[in-house]
């Protein structure tokens, strides 16, 4: 795996399709079920998540040959609350709304699975350019998956889209989905659908 | 070999470690204005929006409970603002009531709360909080607890509803019998 | 405004009402992974519920004693991650030299439990909540207590599930998803428990 070119773009793919952390790590849900009730968090999560992705695995890939084995895991784990700390008070002074309604979660990103996933499993071992694009890959894969399940509990939950009614005013929403059941339910169902797709093509 | 190992160890983690400080002291001095100027305009347009005609915001006390006095312009108190805190569904919620002259509502505003995002977070919503308007403390009960009461509570959020209604007839009991 | 006679309502509303799995979505990740079978969620649940009260005890003292005398709040995620990793570590240890039979049993999931959501969130939401010593020891006591009987129960009825007739699509982790959700509804149906 460290046979890698200097700077390779399959490794950004890999994070959005192939290896997506949610749907085929299954890593880091907890933020995502939690902010997923309303559109605008979700993203407000993803970008976090994607910043402080790529910032740590920048910082890890570049320390990555001065650091001795058996320390490593507190090392990482100190630059990722560093970047996750900075997140929180940027949030907290540019965009207040945002960070209230990240709320605990924010920092939580810390123990975050995919952020210590991949800075142990990739960043400690590939190139800074590569590290950056799985960052960034995994990043945005992860903010793809939250974005489709906050759309689809903001929706059929509340009837509004990024706040904005679009199912008119008539529409009774299934109150259930902005509940902690509907989250369950949705991911359950976005699962099942990517089993399916995964079954499908192994018939090919 | 071993105790070298250990040595190297505790440097870089201290290193790192102290990096890391620095960084976030710095961040955080950076930040700190920026978010207390945040929330001082935000406690501002909250007093703002309950008393548009407000000249002055001045803080005074009474039998020992805080509360802000909306002057106008030519000094006279136009009304009051309280903050209360009531327990809600996810954790406290802080409320700011305003008075008019006569110890009516004027207007009622939430200004902190951990309630559920699209649920209990509509007591936010002017459409709930407006029922409270011009009320006295005997009619401030939700429907489902007595059923010829006024407010009613939002579908879904009972609980977040009823938290806001205990905590405005608190207030007002408070006052009458209070002061 | 939280009392000492509050005690057990905050051990209930830990426990049940704000469930940390259910309704809060903390500690996920080892969930659905460990509940495959009911042994390890015993293990799991165990040892969440030992770490997750030291830890918060200890994340507790060291930021009212350390951190806020000292403006230093800012460094309190990493202080409390960082708290949490060596207790994990320290204790893992303790249990391997002095009492080997209890680390046979659940010894493994201890590492494990350094990236368990649930126990950062926990030493979190004491501090956000202003509790005081005993009411924070309570209180993380309700939400271990609550990922233990959450885990164990559902263990037990993902055990039962294996041999029933699901859609091929739906076989391992989807079916799990929607069994929390229906455990989550019935949890929901706590909240109206206290009329506060």
Request: a positive charge; aromatic letters at 10%; charged letters at 20%.
């Amino acid at each position: 795996m460290e046979n890698r070119k200097l700077i390779d773009f399959k490794v950004f793919l890999n994070g959005i399709w192939r290896e997506n952390p949610i749907l085929f790590i299954m890593l880091g849900l907890c933020p995502v079920l939690a902010v997923s009730s309303s559109v605008k968090d979700a993203l407000g999560m993803g970008i976090s998540v994607i910043f402080i992705l790529t910032g740590s695995n920048l910082v890890i890939s570049l320390i990555r040959k001065i650091v001795p084995n058996h320390v490593r895991i507190p090392v990482f784990i100190v630059v990722i609350a560093t970047f996750v700390t900075i997140t929180d008070y940027i949030l907290a002074a540019y965009s207040p709304q945002i960070h209230k309604n990240l709320g605990v979660y924010l920092p939580l990103i810390v123990v975050n699975c995919i952020i210590l996933g991949r800075a142990e499993g990739f960043a400690s071992k590939n190139n800074v350019f590569n590290s950056i694009l799985d960052g960034l890959g995994m990043g945005i894969g992860f903010t793809l998956i939250i974005f489709i399940i906050s759309s689809v509990r903001e929706i059929l939950g509340n009837g509004t889209f990024m706040g904005k009614l679009i199912l008119g005013e008539n529409f009774k929403p299934f109150l259930i989905m902005i509940m902690p059941p509907g989250a369950f339910l949705v991911i359950g169902i976005l699962i099942a659908l990517k089993q399916k797709l995964e079954k499908g093509k192994k018939k090919c | 070999m071993k105790k070298r190992d250990i040595i190297t160890g505790i440097l870089v983690i201290t290193f790192i470690s102290a990096l890391s400080g620095y960084l976030l002291a710095h961040v955080y001095n950076k930040t700190k204005p920026k978010i207390e100027e945040v929330k001082k305009v935000e406690e501002e347009k909250l007093n703002r929006e309950i008393f548009p005609d407000g000249f002055k915001f001045e803080e005074k006390e009474i039998n020992g409970v805080k509360y802000l006095s909306v002057l106008n312009e030519n000094g006279e108190e136009i009304g009051k603002i309280f903050e209360v805190k009531t327990m809600g569904y996810g954790g406290y919620i802080t409320l700011k009531i305003g008075l008019d002259k006569e110890n009516k509502i004027k207007r009622i505003k939430i200004k902190e709360h951990n309630e559920t995002p699209g649920l209990g977070s509509k007591i936010t919503q002017d459409s709930f909080l407006k029922q409270f308007i011009g009320k006295t403390k005997d009619d401030i009960y939700l429907k489902k607890d007595k059923t010829d009461e006024k407010i009613d509570a939002i579908t879904g959020a009972t609980i977040s509803s009823r938290a806001i209604v205990e905590g405005v007839r608190k207030l007002l009991e408070k006052i009458e019998n209070g002061k | 405004m939280l009392n000492e006679t509050n005690l057990f309502f905050i051990f209930l509303s830990a426990f049940l009402i704000n469930n940390i799995l259910l309704i809060r979505f903390l500690g996920l990740c080892s969930f659905i992974g460990i509940s495959t079978n009911i042994k390890s969620s015993i293990g799991m649940g165990i040892a969440v519920v030992f770490v997750t009260v030291m830890a918060c005890s200890l994340s507790w003292a060291v930021y009212n004693f350390l951190l806020a005398p000292f403006h230093l709040e800012y460094l309190r995620t990493t202080t409390f991650i960082l708290t949490i990793a060596s207790f994990v570590q320290f204790e893992e240890m303790i249990i391997r030299k002095k009492l080997p039979a209890l680390y046979r049993a659940f010894g493994i999931y201890l590492p494990l439990i350094t990236t368990n959501c649930a126990i950062l969130a926990s030493a979190f939401l004491g501090i956000d909540y202003k509790l005081s010593f005993i009411q924070n020891l309570f209180f993380s006591f309700g939400i271990s207590a609550g990922y233990c009987f959450v885990i164990i129960v559902f263990a037990t009825i993902r055990e039962e599930i294996e041999i029933a007739p699901i859609p091929e699509s739906f076989k391992g982790v989807p079916i799990a998803f929607i069994l929390a959700a229906l455990m989550s509804l019935a949890f929901l149906g706590f909240k109206g428990l206290f009329k506060l």
